[in-house]
């Protein structure tokens, strides 16, 4: 996790007496998760984030173990859960012995120190398990950058909790103050951090205003959805590049940009970092200038994981985002990916056995309520290249469409 990679990046190198490196094999931690079912949220939603919890903690390099779910109205200020609750889960990390409570919110820092306290264990919550990953998967100086500050940010108002082992110096005469004066020595270094990190995404956003100038007059296509959906392998797909890809969440976080010609027609397709539930407002800020690229579009591809049980709430999730961005009347076209993954069940009222599942035709799936949704629908598999022609051609006249009211005189091209 964040916290142990840290340490050990800090330590000097060690040699045995052999003068090699010492080697250290990464056991994956083993965690519960923890959340709270409010009366909006409902039982059934929460299950759900905890799902997606599980795979981002998968995804960090943890093994979920078990998951405990507390109704309440709202959570505690003070521990988040009922003392009942802690207690319960408390003994299951003893018995178990358990490294990580991973929690399904933001926490304050109130409220992580209390759990910790708790449950004498290490305390994650969802922002630091985002971040966590964020940090593992950012490559270019760009996204270094990017998630460095947003780790600040998060960590500023929780310095608090980190010299709460000072507490105890605060005692004794002569012994006051230590853990004061640190925190504050740490503070001010964090907010001058945090200011050179601003002043060199400053410039590097510069930088990238200055190559999205360079440009030219081509369209812009940017891939747009949730984390997950294939818009790395759409990308590979339509440009014949090789962009990461991996059934991962966050696998891509730095733009990725490639000139694609489809027949005759050039434009420019870049990949976006994918959206999520509940995303960290840290990372919000930190990521909008990546977020140029879609901003700066003339056409989104929101791409939809349609095997996905809860696809309809993730493509709210997006467009939620896209308005904050000021993209939500940009020309879209919704592309409904992994159809071969996507299965329809069958029933008979008057049969009992339970019922079977069978994959959907094309036919069948433009004839739902889903191609419905907005004027361009497509339904795609990525990974096999069903329905892939059709994609291509839809793609191609709204392009042309697009390039025929920008540029009327060039119309003779195409």
């Keep these: 996790m ?3 990679t840290r340490l050990i990046a800090s330590l000097p190198t060690q040699h ?7 080697t250290y094999e990464k056991i994956p931690e083993r965690a519960v998760l923890i959340a709270v079912a409010s009366k909006q949220q409902g039982r059934e939603r929460t299950e759900e984030y905890l799902d997606e919890l599980a795979f981002l903690l998968e995804t960090a390099g943890g093994i979920p173990v078990a998951r405990f779910v507390q109704p309440l109205d709202r959570p505690s200020s003070v521990t988040y859960l009922g003392s009942g609750k802690l207690e319960e889960i408390h003994q299951y990390i003893k018995a178990e012995n358990i490294e990580i409570a991973v929690i399904d919110d933001e926490l304050s820092a109130t409220q992580a120190r209390n759990m910790e306290q708790a449950l ?3 305390v994650l919550d969802r922002t630091s398990l985002i971040l966590d990953i964020f940090a593992s998967n950012a490559h270019t100086a760009h996204a270094k950058a990017q998630v460095e500050l947003a780790q600040y940010q998060y960590l500023l108002p929780r310095l608090t909790r980190m010299w709460t082992h000072l507490e105890r110096q605060r005692g004794g005469i002569g012994m006051r103050g230590p853990g004061e004066t640190q925190i504050e020595t740490d503070r001010r270094l964090i907010l001058e951090r945090i200011a050179l990190l601003k002043e060199k995404l400053k410039d590097i956003d510069k ?3 200055v190559q ?18 294939g818009k790395s392998t759409i990308m590979n797909l339509l440009s014949k590049s090789e962009v990461y890809t991996e059934n991962k969440l966050f696998a891509t976080l730095d733009t990725t940009v490639r000139k694609v010609v489809v027949d005759n027609l050039p434009f420019l397709l870049s990949d976006t970092v994918g959206f999520i539930r509940k995303l960290p407002h840290h990372l919000v800020e930190s990521f909008k200038s990546t977020l140029d690229e879609v901003r700066e579009s003339d056409i989104l591809l929101h791409v939809v994981d349609i095997s996905h049980p809860d696809f309809e709430a993730q493509m709210e999730v997006v467009n939620q985002t896209l308005a904050e961005l000021g993209c939500a009347d940009k020309k879209t076209i919704v592309v409904f990916n992994k159809t071969d993954a996507y299965t329809w069940e069958e029933k008979d009222p008057d049969d009992l056995t339970p019922p079977t599942k069978r994959n959907v035709s094309y036919e069948d799936l433009k004839k739902t309520w889903m191609a419905k949704m907005n004027e361009n629908c497509i339904f795609i598999s990525a990974k096999n290249r069903d329905n892939y022609q059709e994609f291509r051609d839809l793609l191609y006249k709204e392009i042309r469409d697009m390039h025929a009211i920008r540029y009327p005189y060039d119309n003779f091209l195409y």
């Design 2 to 4: 964040l916290v142990e």
């Design 212 to 229: 999205r100038k360079n440009r030219g007059k081509l369209v812009r296509v940017a891939l747009v959805g949730y984390t997950n959906v």
């Design 120 to 122: 004498e264990c290490r």
């Design 207 to 209: 930088q990238k205003t």
């Design 16 to 22: 045995n007496t052999m003068g090699d490196f010492i």
